[in-house]
T-cell receptor, first 115, second 116 residues
Framework: DTGVSQDPRHKITKRGQNVTFRCDPI?????LYWYRQTLGQGPEFLTY????????KSRLLSDRFSAERPKGSFSTLEIQRTEQGDSAMYLC?????????????FGSGTQLSVL | GESVGLHLPTLSVQEGDNSIINCAYS??????FIWYKQESGKGPQFIID?????DKRQGQRVTVLLNKTVKHLSLQIAATQPGDSAVYFC???????????????FGKGTKLSVKP
């Protein structure tokens, strides 16, 4: 499978704990995105990387959230001191820079439940 | 704020019939639109996209129509099959809201149910 890969698929944690998710984009894609999706809603943009540079962050990305893409390949999204409101599906997507960049390929997501 | 929305939250069709899913947007400067299909427990899957210099674009069994006058787009699925059952999202490029190209603004989605 050469699609976007996310790990873990599911994460259950207690309020106040830290969690980290990983995303492996399609190998030739240099753009990587994180989105969040709550039940019954469309995905909401969180942040965007071009190679290793984080070029855009949404207001949704509070200071408890941090994303990295250290070598321009895989990315991690960490949530510190989780809150119940953080419960959502966290989606990663990637796109190549040579075809407009808007056509995103999504992974299957990490479902986070904060108890 | 959210500018892309859908007229109907659910749509039920008979297998073999054509389906039409509608979407409205509010920013007249929006120049790129995209439709995604999302099955339960999976990430959104690209279906078709269209730029504002086009009124219609066809794919395999799918057609997207864009009416810029009334800021409306639709997704037509021909000969709907049970495998088409999913939630369908329209999205627009967030660049006209100050975001980057990949900052897509999604609507809330329409759930399509196909009856055998």
């Amino acid at each position: 499978d050469t699609g976007v890969s996310q790990d873990p698929r599911h994460k259950i944690t207690k309020r106040g704990q830290n969690v980290t998710f990983r995303c492996d984009p399609i190998s030739e894609h240099n753009r990587l995105y994180w989105y969040r999706q709550t039940l019954g809603q469309g995905p909401e943009f969180l942040t965007y990387f071009q190679n290793e540079a984080q070029l855009e962050k949404s207001r949704l990305l509070s200071d408890r959230f941090s994303a990295e893409r250290p070598k321009g390949s895989f990315s991690t999204l960490e949530i510190q001191r989780t809150e119940q409101g953080d419960s959502a599906m966290y989606l990663c997507a990637s796109s190549p820079s040579n075809q407009g960049g808007e056509k995103l390929f999504f992974g299957s997501g990490t479902q986070l439940s904060v108890l | 704020g959210e500018s892309v929305g859908l007229h109907l939250p659910t749509l039920s069709v008979q297998e073999g019939d054509n389906s039409i899913i509608n979407c409205a947007y509010s920013n007249s400067a929006s120049d790129y639109f995209i439709w995604y299909k999302q099955e339960s427990g999976k990430g959104p899957q690209f279906i078709i996209d269209i730029r504002s210099n086009m009124d219609k674009r066809q794919g395999q069994r799918v057609t997207v129509l864009l009416n810029k006058t009334v800021k409306h787009l639709s997704l037509q699925i021909a000969a709907t099959q049970p495998g088409d059952s999913a939630v369908y999202f329209c999205a627009e490029n967030g660049m006209n809201y100050g975001g980057s190209q990949g900052n897509l603004i999604f609507g809330k989605g329409t759930k399509l149910s196909v009856k055998p």
